[in-house]
């Protein structure tokens, strides 16, 4: 079963920064966080990772909080081509094995 | 750029088919993964393989087997295909290092299995 939890949906004006939360109340001290998005007919991408301290790239910037059981996905200025399903994933410590949950489906709008 | 190709987009066959789902990653990737993608149920694991002529099971192996005989080729089997079947496929690779924190998955485009 996944180990977290996302709000199904959510808009967002496009420019506007659009911030993702996940739940992830369980995770244990060596997982690390990842994101991934999916735009609609295409696979996966990968968008950003951590462990516990906030990381930034080009696309995006995770916030993670101190006692690790949430973060948040952060797209500084959303466009319409961000439209997309996004995932938050606690990657197995053992296994290394990405286990997908619902994920949250962002809407960016004109 | 990391290019992980599958060999159709979309698929349409009949039930008690055997069925073949090709995927090809050209960056040495030593980990292979097939995925289901069904509305609700998100991304599930059915397969994955850690090197070649390995293989692991994932979460709803049921119904399905893999073929890896060379690194850059992970196959995915029905042997006799099923409605429920019906599904997009996802095949996905990966560097092996567990160990460290970059582990991206690099995903192909899908191909969507239509059982009739």
């Known amino acids: 079963d996944a180990k977290t939890t996302q709000p199904p949906s959510m808009d967002c004006a496009e420019g506007r920064a659009a911030n993702l939360p996940c739940n992830h109340s369980t995770i244990s001290g060596n997982e690390y966080v990842y994101w991934y998005r999916q735009i609609h007919s295409q696979g996966p991408q990968y968008i950003i990772h951590?462990?516990?301290n906030n990381e930034t790239n080009e696309m995006a910037s995770l916030i993670i909080t101190e006692d690790r059981k949430s973060s948040t996905l952060i797209l500084p200025h959303a466009t319409l081509r961000d439209t997309a399903v996004y995932y938050c994933?606690?990657?197995?410590?053992?296994?290394?094995?990405?286990?997908f949950g619902q994920g949250t489906t962002l809407q960016v709008k004109p | 750029d990391v290019k992980v190709t599958q060999s159709s987009r979309y698929l349409v066959k009949r039930t008690g088919e055997k069925v073949f789902l090709e995927c090809v990653q050209d960056?040495?990737?030593?980990?292979m993964f097939w995925y289901r993608q069904d509305p609700g149920l998100g991304l599930r694991l059915i397969y994955f393989?850690?090197?070649?002529?390995?293989?692991e099971k994932g979460d709803i192996p049921e119904g399905y087997s893999v073929s890896r005989e060379k690194k850059e080729r992970f196959s995915l089997i029905l042997e006799s295909a099923s409605t429920n079947q019906t599904s997009m496929y996802l095949c996905?690779?990966?560097?092996?290092?567990?160990?460290?924190?970059?582990?991206?998955?690099?995903f192909g485009p899908g191909t969507r299995l239509t059982v009739l």
């Open positions: 393989s850690y090197d070649v002529k390995m293989k």
């Open positions: 951590g462990l516990k």
């Open positions: 960056m040495d990737h030593e980990n």
């Open positions: 996905a690779s990966s560097t092996q290092v567990w160990d460290r924190s970059y582990n991206e998955q690099f």
């Open positions: 994933i606690v990657r197995e410590s053992n296994t290394g094995k990405l286990i």
